[in-house]
């Protein structure tokens, strides 16, 4: 039984498309996050939203925008694919807003841009 | 900026003896710090975690080691299994509302291979 999951797990698209990753989490956390994985290997927090309500939304181009409809969803649309938006994208949940008790990640979604 | 430096890219041990992954942070705020593990294709998974009001924390064949005043901690792994070889992932948060809070900083990352 998955507790946190997302799709796709793999995705390939042509520059200037418009994509959507979604995330869902069982676990009854309030807070659920965006991470990237760039090719330097650094996992870098994009966006957190905590029971719906945005939280953190780092320097990432507006191309990239989360919904959270619910709680237990965070999905990342993005808009106009880049070459450089290719990574693989991590959504995590954690119990509260402080990852006290540590994240639950996800098995990531490895997005290729060409 | 990197505030969580995991500098050793890479670490050979061998099965039995015990592997030391360091890590060090710059950002004082910091009082919670985190170790993930990540085995490739994977998401990184939860493996333990210390508070800035200890210096040791363990679990099992995993020990946690801070110092503080050093702004480093250190994850020791006795003894190291074949199964142990992996991405190991430094991470730290801020409990206040302060700068490095409500996220994970994570460090690059350090592969560690446990020779069988």
Known sequence: DTAVSQTPKYLVTQMGNDKSIKCEQNLGHDTMYWYKQDSKKFLKIMFSYNNKELIINETVPNRFSPKSPDKAHLNLHINSLELGDSAVYFCASSQDLWGAGGYTFGSGTRLTVV | ?116
């Open chain 2, 1 to 116: 900026d990197q505030q969580v430096k995991q500098n050793s890219p890479s670490l050979s041990v061998q099965e039995g003896r015990i592997s030391i992954l360091n890590c060090d942070y710059t950002n004082s705020m910091f009082d919670y710090f985190l170790w993930y593990k990540k085995y490739p294709a994977e998401g990184p998974t939860f493996l333990i975690s210390i508070s800035s009001i200890k210096d040791k924390n363990e679990d099992g064949r995993f020990t946690v080691f801070l110092n503080k005043s050093a702004k480093h901690l250190s994850l020791h792994i006795v003894p190291s299994q074949p199964g142990d070889s992996a991405v190991y992932f430094c991470a730290a948060s801020a409990l206040g509302s302060g700068a490095g809070s409500y996220q994970l900083t994570f460090g690059k990352g350090t592969k560690l291979s446990v020779i069988p």
